[in-house]
């Protein structure tokens, strides 16, 4: 069964409520100011059954001093009853409501006049007309038109088969998305604590589910559903629920109005929104850069800077890009429509619609960014996040928010990522790059890995930290070894320790530096264990700018072992000296560094650390006492 809402929209006195009870049984107007004036001031809800379907109603004021009230109410709308009151036909909330419907993107329309019985067939005429022309630059141009009243029951039949055929024609909201509750009504029952009111725009809440109530940052847990005044386990989208919340923090003075009820933890809240923008055509208004302006979205209304990113003025009629900083936080997401008001007085100006709910700050828009954006907020899902690919460059996009940066459901982003992936996009520990840069980013690690070859011909790999530090300083961290892994995997490249190389690649000296090699190894042949330190070497060795890459050469090539920093010996005559110890010393204990001098002929400064690196390797073994060779020569 689908489940939708019905909401009300029109001019004060024009017989909403009335309609509203008429339909359902309900009277919306629940407050006792509202029966003092006859005046619809917050929000109102009923049922409207319509044989198998049941449609949530929300009663909407008329006044222009409730407009916030309207607007929180008309958000998340799938249909809506412009009421008008056949005896004065279009009035100036007729024409705001119109406006706000519009802009917030509520589908479809349908005109309902009421108090009929009071005017003649002429005059219904003169009404419809003037009506149908209001509607002819809108969406709902040709919508469908009924005559009601509430005292002789004229035409509620047909409305309410207009209603039927128009659920029909809509699609069902999805309910495999993210969770999100705009909270419109908070009060307290005795017995169960705080309960919160909403309607459920997209996903589904359960009943013991843990959830986040945002901007204040709350935990809290839903101890009862209530959909229409029934208890319910599962709440679906397009349903109006209750939820009783249970936790220290859900109360009345950090949960209120404006407050989102959300269950994913990658919603977050915004300071910042990117908004494209169109003000309403024939207002004198414009706005101005740094202008202060009221932005409404969901059930929130925050006061806001307006920094243009396109020009310097939008005028009426007009439309452009703005970065909305925000003096109170809010929560939103990409493709989420908002409506503007001006500080004061308070005056419908237009809306926009979200592209990115969290933004880097921006001065300007560049039309790469600009067409990036419209992507963002038009293109398919695949579209989409190419665009904001493109946009986040080396940084990527992390996938476990891309429903919220995106706007996409779930299911359908992450299909788009797969779709991106097969297009040589590139994932790694949910980060998601675009082909691009992936491409880019494999180009500078090949190059890197080429030229330290050709520079430093006798390192056997490239070290990943050099890698690594080939990438823009900003990339994010994940993408070069996501690049590296990828090459070694299509035999590109070859891993060799810690570091990477071409496949197949032989360090390979130079005739002048096999020379160097060949004195390398004659002084160390020489000289034993007791073999100089690098910097007393001969001068034209221990100078040449080659020494250490020599050197590490012939480590790599298991020739030389490096005992501590500077010092080597030729691995033949340190293999020799450890038989040697095990030999003279093997299951003695308590043995100071003189003991050794007989297997060590070595100089004090040579002699501690050759002991210190045996320690390593567990030949020797230090205690407070001394040492212990526990390995006898076999």
């Known amino acids: 069964m689908k489940q939708l809402i019905l909401g009300t929209a029109g001019h004060i006195d024009h017989g909403k409520t009335a309609l509203v009870h008429a339909l359902t049984g309900t009277d919306t107007d629940r407050l006792k100011e509202e029966k003092r004036r006859g005046i619809t001031i917050e929000l109102g809800f009923a049922e409207l059954a319509l044989g198998t379907q049941r449609l949530g109603v929300v009663d909407v004021p008329g006044h222009e001093g409730f407009i916030r009230s309207m607007v929180a109410g008309a958000t998340g709308m799938d249909l809506v009853l412009l009421i008008i009151a056949a005896d004065e036909g279009v009035m100036p909330q007729t024409r705001e409501h119109l406006i706000i419907l519009e802009l917030l993107g509520v589908p479809e329309l ?30 709902y141009a040709g919508a469908r038109m009924v005559f009601t009243s509430v005292i002789n029951g004229e035409g509620l039949d047909g409305l309410k088969a207009e209603l039927c055929d128009t659920v029909k024609r809509l699609g069902q909201r999805n309910d495999d998305d993210l969770a999100r509750l705009p909270l419109d ?37 839903i101890r009862k559903l209530q959909v229409h005044g029934g208890d319910v386990e599962i709440a679906t989208p397009g349903n109006r629920i209750a939820v009783a919340l249970s936790g220290a923090s859900s109360n009345r003075q950090t949960v209120t109005r404006g407050t989102t009820l959300v269950s994913d933890p990658n919603w977050n809240s915004s300071w910042m929104l990117t908004v494209h923008v169109q003000l309403i055509q024939g207002i004198n208004c414009s706005i101005k850069h740094n202008q202060r302006i009221r932005v409404h979205i969901g059930t929130s209304e925050v006061m806001a800077r307006c920094a243009l990113l396109t020009k310097q003025k939008i005028s009426s009629g007009s439309q452009g890009w703005v970065q909305l900083r925000l003096e109170e936080p809010v929560v939103a997401r990409a493709r989420d429509r908002i409506i503007l008001r001006t500080y004061s007085p308070m005056i419908t100006i237009g809306g926009g619609v979200i592209a990115e709910p969290q ?276």
């Open 110 to 139: 349908i005109v309902t006049f009421t108090k009929s019985d009071l005017v003649d067939e002429e005059w219904r005429e003169l009404v419809r007309s003037d009506v149908e022309e209001i509607l002819a630059d809108t969406p």
């Open 185 to 221: 009504r908070v009060f307290t029952i005795q017995g169960t604590g705080t309960v919160v009111t909403g309607t459920l725009w997209t996903g589904t809440l359960r009943r013991g589910a843990q959830v986040r109530l945002l901007p204040n940052e709350f935990e809290s847990r």
């Open 359 to 634: 933004p880097v700050k921006r001065k300007v828009l560049d039309d790469s960014v600009r067409a990036a954006l419209e992507n963002v907020l038009e293109g398919e899902p695949v579209v989409a996040v190419k665009a904001l690919l493109s946009i986040a460059s080396w940084y990527g996009i992390d996938t476990k928010a891309l429903p919220v940066t995106s706007g996409l459901p779930p299911g359908v982003a992450q299909d788009a990522v797969a779709r991106v992936q097969d297009d040589g996009g590139l994932l790694t520990s949910g980060q998601l790059f675009s082909r691009e840069i992936a491409l880019e980013a494999e180009r500078l690690i090949l190059r890197t890995v080429h030229q330290g070859h050709i520079e430093k011909p006798l390192l056997s790999a490239i070290p990943l930290t050099v890698l690594r530090s080939s990438l823009p300083t900003w990339a994010a961290p994940e993408i070069a070894d996501a690049v590296i892994d990828k090459l070694t995997k299509d035999g590109v490249l070859e891993r060799q320790g810690s570091g990477v190389k071409d496949q197949g690649y032989q360090s390979r000296p130079s005739p002048r530096q096999e020379q160097l090699i060949a004195e390398l190894r004659d002084i160390y042949t020489r000289m034993g264990l007791a073999t100089p330190l690098v910097g007393e070497l001969p001068p034209h060795l221990a100078h040449d700018p080659d020494i250490w890459g020599l050197l590490k050469f012939l480590e790599e090539k298991e020739d030389f072992v490096v005992i501590a920093d500077g010092y080597y010996v030729l691995k033949s005559e340190f293999e020799a000296a450890i038989e040697r110890v095990c030999d003279l010393l093997g299951g003695q204990v308590n043995l100071g560094p003189s003991a050794f001098r007989e297997a060590l002929p070595l100089s004090r400064k040579q002699l501690i650390p050759m002991l210190n690196y045996l320690d390593g390797l567990g030949i020797t073994v230090r205690h407070d006492g001394g040492r212990e060779v526990p390995f006898p020569k076999s």
